[in-house]
């Protein structure tokens, strides 16, 4: 199963990176610095997930999972 959720991760980050100005520039003026914010987090966030699968680290997996789901409902 790591293998796969490895993938998973990976493919997440390479698809935040690829749409980020797309993504940013349909936030309105007045919230592009929060969406900015939330954009940073969310990569970090997606790589401590990453690190935690490479590590196999089932709890602390599952935490940072549970932190990139609660910023990205923003």
Sequence with gaps: RWPAL???VTKC???VKKYRNRIIDEIKDENKKIAEETYTDLL???DELANEAKAKNKYEFIASG?????RSAY
């Design 13 to 15: 980050q390479s698809l």
């Design 44 to 46: 970090t966030n997606l």
């Design 66 to 70: 549970e932190k990139v789901l609660k």
């Design 6 to 8: 490895s993938k998973t």
